[in-house]
């Protein structure tokens, strides 16, 4: 039997026309130098309309890719609005990727048009001469270097084109954005997000069992908007009437404590290693005021139970714990505690990576492919399906990224009955010694609860005996100090014996990613050139 029901599709078009009217008033706030620039969704949601108009009539049609450099700010909000729902693809670049990865997507997704902060032009000049497929370059802000060649000017071109642009009508699994993988191996793989995957993902983000964007939230947006869709908050924020404040190139902790204090958000997104440099600035900083926040979304890495705590003990801020990847859009998983759970064992879920989101399912499942059980002990790798989950990547196959319609995920760990899900490693960072796992993720959130650390970053490195052994990479904090043997110490009331690190190093800083995460890769490598100093102890 037939539903009676209409069957309209799901486009970002009609999330643009909802934030538009209902929500017209709401503001995109953008920190700029000179102070803080603000648009409402209408008038941003107009901008959308004539910056369609003048990429249809440069030539831009269904299906072309349309690219941004950008830093989050408004008019990365104004193609993140106009190129899907004109029929193009958006394609965010990372800014922070190395040159030959740069031009690597930019060729591979075969992008015809890119927009540009005019302050990141040096970064695009460097591969300009390697990427043939690109016909235009935009540049948002003020460039008189022309070292990009002939450019078009952002400003000019969005008020060449009236406002009214038609919305076409598109079928829902059209593509509509696409974002590369971070590639700490190989070469970064394309994942292209369709209309419906995104209306899906952003209607999950405003329940409350996710993180409950709505219509009382001002979301600071950390998150880079080329990391996986800054997590969806984008499109969520007109869906769900949330307004959001861009934060540019000002990510250090400082100035985030300012605009906490300033602009007072409600919520902000931002991955671990931000949210320990803003506990640092806060800490010095007597006018912090983190009184708006009901919480922030802290993903992407694990987040280190010192931290929760901190942001709950010194600030009164709950910290969501997000799981997700660029495959799956990428929240599928936030740690609420479940109802009932008393105040001082709210920590216990908030540690964990979350509970899986209405919409997806995950499972945990053995080297063989042998489902197993979801106890919270059995440990395996995750995989998921769900309608914002990734099929396949863009123009390659990796079969073996996939199984009977689930995507393997590489994250080792453990679900319970609850859907509670605990990362303990990713597959190419757990650490085999003598046959058994040790978990550098929980090696390093329980050392960056000791007083003089600032960052704790674990990874295997070769051992005659036991195969492998970890090697604790310590950053301090400024004027403290701490031996090897006392973080060992420290370690050894909290953890298995077997697990201690005999291996040490003290660093300056800990290598990140391109999205700000710890960067095992390299750390692993410096150790095998012999460029770090390590201290064995034990
Ligand atoms: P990306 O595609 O760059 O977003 O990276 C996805 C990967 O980040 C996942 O496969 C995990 O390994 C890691 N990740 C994301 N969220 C968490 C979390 N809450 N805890 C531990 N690892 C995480």
């Known amino acids: 039997m037939k539903s009676t029901m209409q069957d309209a599709p799901l486009l970002i078009r009609d999330i643009i026309r909802h934030g538009e009217s209902i929500y017209a008033d709401k503001k995109i706030f953008t920190v700029t130098p000179q102070g803080v620039d603000e648009a409402t969704f209408f008038e941003v949601s107009k901008r959308s309309e004539r910056l369609a108009a003048a990429l249809r009539r440069l030539g831009v049609g269904p299906g072309d890719r349309v690219a941004t450099f950008m830093w989050n700010n408004q008019a990365h909000m104004e193609a993140y609005l106009a190129v899907p729902s004109m029929g193009a693809v958006l394609h965010t670049l990372n800014i922070r990727l190395f040159a030959e990865q740069l031009a690597f997507i930019i060729n591979h997704a075969e992008d015809q048009v890119i927009i540009v902060d005019s302050t990141l032009i040096p970064l695009l000049a460097k591969v300009r001469d390697q990427i043939p497929s690109v016909r235009h370059i935009i540049v948002h802000g003020p460039d008189e270097s022309g070292v990009l060649g002939e450019t078009i000017d952002y400003e000019s071109f969005v008020m060449s084109e009236p406002a009214g642009f038609e919305w076409p009508d598109l079928d829902e699994r059209d593509a509509a954005i696409m974002c590369y993988t971070s590639g700490t191996t190989g070469n970064p793989k394309g994942v292209v997000y369709s209309h419906r995957s995104m209306w899906l993902h952003s209607l999950a983000s405003t329940t409350a069992n996710s993180i409950a964007m709505c219509e009382k939230d001002r979301c600071l947006l950390i998150v880079p908007m080329f990391h996986v869709n800054a997590w969806g908050a984008a499109y969520t924020s007109f869906l769900a009437g949330t ?224 195969t492998e052994r970890p090697l604790c990479c310590v950053v301090l904090r400024p004027g403290m100090s701490a031996t090897p043997e006392e973080l060992r110490d420290f370690l050894a009331q909290r953890v298995a014996k077997w697990w201690l690190p005999e291996r040490w190093t003290f660093v300056e800083s800990i290598p990140k990613t391109s999205v700000g995460k710890f960067d095992k890769k390299v750390l692993r490598a410096q150790y095998a050139d012999g460029a770090l100093d390590v201290v064995v102890i034990g």
Do not use: C
């Open 243 to 466: 307004e959001l404040i861009m934060p540019q190139m000002f990510l250090q902790g400082e100035p985030i404590v300012k605009m906490i204090a300033q602009l007072r958000p409600t919520i902000s997104l931002g991955v671990p290693t931000i949210w320990n440099d803003v506990l640092r600035a806060a800490a010095d900083a007597p006018d912090a005021d983190f009184s708006s926040l009901r919480g922030i979304l802290a993903g992407g890495a694990a987040v280190p139970r010192v931290m929760i705590e901190t942001f709950r003990d010194r600030y009164d801020v709950d910290v969501f714990q997000g799981w997700g990847m660029t495959e799956t859009s990428p929240l599928a998983a936030v740690s609420i505690p479940p109802s009932g759970t008393p105040i001082d064992q709210e920590i216990d879920f908030r540690v964990k990576a979350g509970r899986v989101v209405a919409g997806v399912q995950v499972r945990v499942v053995a080297e063989d492919g042998t489902v197993l059980p979801n106890d919270g002990k059995t440990v395996g790798e995750f995989e998921i399906r769900g309608p914002w989950i990734t099929g396949a990547y863009f123009g390659v196959d990796d079969p073996d990224k996939f199984r009977d319609g689930w995507l393997r995920t590489g994250d080792i760990g453990t679900l319970d009955g609850l859907g509670f899900m605990v990362i303990s490693d990713r597959t190419k960072d757990v650490i085999k010694s003598g046959g058994e796992w040790i978990s550098s993720v929980e090696l390093e959130s329980t050392m960056m609860a000791h007083p003089a650390v600032f960052e704790a970053a674990v990874v295997a490195v070769p051992d005659d005996k036991w």
